[in-house]
């Protein structure tokens, strides 16, 4: 079935460091792709998202990059801040079962000073 | 305006009881979806309703789970006989229409089972 998986950390980087967190899917068709964030305390928010392949979703400085080729939809920033702790999920819903929504089991990212 | 709601914020409840979890989707969200989020489980989707109806109920992890919505507005979770298993954070979102669109996510009902 489809699914969704990434690296689980949890990830410890320093202040400005370069972050990538993997992501691949295995889908049935062509899905979007997304990319939520967990801040300590509160719900899920979506970060980015791309509908459809060699799409780049990006936001806050982050980027995300929909590669059907490889399956994979990695996010990555060039430099991280101490604000940007929190747990990262990436997920995927099948254009044509819009009640599928799958997420990877997330990432948790501490960055310290 | 007002986000997801979500009521209780938290529920301790011993086994065996039955709960009641409810979630206010943002106004005019026409969908609206559960899910779970437990230690090792990661964020599982239980249900999903387009207006008052769920076309799919097969995320719902067994027959003791249940949900409704009515008014294509608030949607309450129903857990009977609850069982330690079923601790876990409750998730709501909501979005405009199903699909690719953005979902909004409430702040969750964190259930404890003793």
């Known amino acids: 079935g489809d699914s969704v998986t990434q690296m689980e950390g949890p990830v410890t980087l320093s202040e400005e460091a370069f972050l990538t967190i993997n992501c691949t899917y295995t889908?049935?068709?062509?899905?979007?792709l997304f990319w939520y964030v967990q801040y300590p305390g509160e719900g899920l928010q979506l970060l980015l998202k791309?509908?459809?392949?060699?799409d780049k979703g990006s936001n806050k400085g982050f980027e995300a990059t929909y590669r059907k080729e490889t399956t994979s939809f990695h996010l990555e920033k060039g430099s991280v801040q101490v604000s940007d702790s929190a747990v990262y999920f990436c997920?995927?819903?099948?254009?044509?079962?819009?009640?599928?929504?799958?997420f990877g089991p997330g990432t948790s990212l501490s960055v310290i000073p | 305006g007002a986000g997801v709601s979500q009521s209780p914020s938290n529920k301790v409840t011993e086994k065996g009881k039955d709960v009641e979890l409810r979630c206010d989707p943002i106004?005019?969200?026409?969908?609206l979806y559960w899910y779970r989020q437990s230690l090792g489980q990661g964020l599982e989707f239980l249900i999903y309703?387009?207006?008052?109806?769920?076309?799919?109920k097969s995320g719902l992890p067994s027959d003791r789970f249940s949900a409704e919505r009515t008014g294509g507005s608030v949607s309450t979770l129903t857990i009977q006989r609850t069982q330690q298993e079923d601790s876990a954070v409750y998730l709501c979102?909501?979005?405009?229409?199903?699909?690719?669109?953005?979902?909004?996510f409430g702040p969750g009902t964190r259930l404890t089972v003793l």
């Open positions: 889908a049935t068709g062509y899905p979007s």
């Open positions: 106004s005019g969200h026409t969908a």
């Open positions: 791309a509908t459809k392949a060699d």
């Open positions: 979102a909501s979005s405009l229409l199903a699909g690719v669109n953005e979902q909004f």
């Open positions: 309703f387009q207006g008052n109806s769920a076309p799919d």
């Open positions: 997920a995927l819903i099948m254009k044509t079962s819009y009640d599928k929504v799958i």
